[in-house]
């Protein structure tokens, strides 16, 4: 069964960093690419950022290019959601999810329960 | 950046009636390379993670009820539910997926039972 857990969301005062994390389990990890999704209170869903399998392809959303910064260790099936100079406009409940292959472009197949950032002073 | 645009923003049906879900793409998802559109629809209820219905503008995720359906027209996506229960209450979002990110999602369609 392919479960993504999220966690590392917690309350940030603004200008602050946080490091998201997302450990997959139940599928090759290697082999799926992942992406970043959050939603802000009484918002939409909103793509943040997709990393392809192998870590060699990177995308961010224009608000995040320059803050935040996706990663993975494949070897601890885990993919990363580093963010600084954090604004309170960040603040949602972010999921991880991955993509039906190793590439883009490619559909979401899998959500994680997601993970709750909260920026405020 | 690819715009979506669903409508309605939100919708009240009655149980076992029809429910349908617009979704206009600001330009085509159509790889004519392998005829697929490039979009997603998504099912989110309150306090649970988002949930794939529809992949290719008209397959069905596995294990989705048949009762679910997509449909597209040029950029004109449509997600229909041809017999509204009461456990579709929530959510739908269309999503692209094509070429590279951002892979942008619409705004969102609340439904309700009326």
């Known amino acids: 069964e392919v479960q993504l857990l999220e966690s590392g969301g917690t309350l940030v005062q603004p200008g602050g960093s946080l490091k998201l994390h997302c450990v997959g389990s139940g599928f090759h990890f290697a082999g799926f690419a992942m992406t970043w999704v959050r939603q802000a209170p009484g918002k939409g869903l909103e793509w943040v950022a997709t990393?392809?399998?192998?870590?060699?392809?990177?995308y961010y959303t224009d608000s995040g290019q320059g803050r935040f910064t996706i990663s993975r260790d494949n070897s601890k099936n885990t993919v990363y959601l580093q963010m600084n100079s954090l604004r309170p406009e960040d603040a949602a409940v972010y999921y991880c999810?991955?993509?039906?292959?190793?590439?883009?472009?490619?559909?979401?197949?899998?959500w994680g329960q997601g993970t709750s950032v909260i920026v405020s002073s | 950046d690819i715009v979506l645009t669903q409508s309605p923003d939100s919708l009240a049906v009655s149980l076992g009636e029809r429910a349908s879900i617009t979704c206009k793409s600001s330009q085509s998802l159509l790889y004519t390379s392998n005829n697929k559109n490039y979009l997603a629809w998504i099912q989110h209820k309150a306090g649970q993670p988002p949930k794939p219905l529809i992949f290719?503008?008209?397959s069905r995720e596995s294990g989705v009820p048949d009762r679910f359906s997509g449909s597209v027209s040029g950029t004109d996506f449509t997600l229909t539910i041809s017999s509204l229960q009461a456990e579709d209450v929530a959510v739908y979002y269309c999503?692209?997926?094509?070429?590279?990110?951002?892979?942008?999602f619409g705004q969102g369609t609340r439904l309700e039972i009326k």
């Open positions: 990393i392809s399998g192998t870590g060699a392809s990177t």
């Open positions: 999810a991955r993509h039906e292959i190793i590439v883009v472009p490619s559909r979401l197949d899998y």
């Open positions: 290719w503008a008209s």
């Open positions: 999503q692209q997926y094509y070429g590279n990110p951002p892979y942008t």
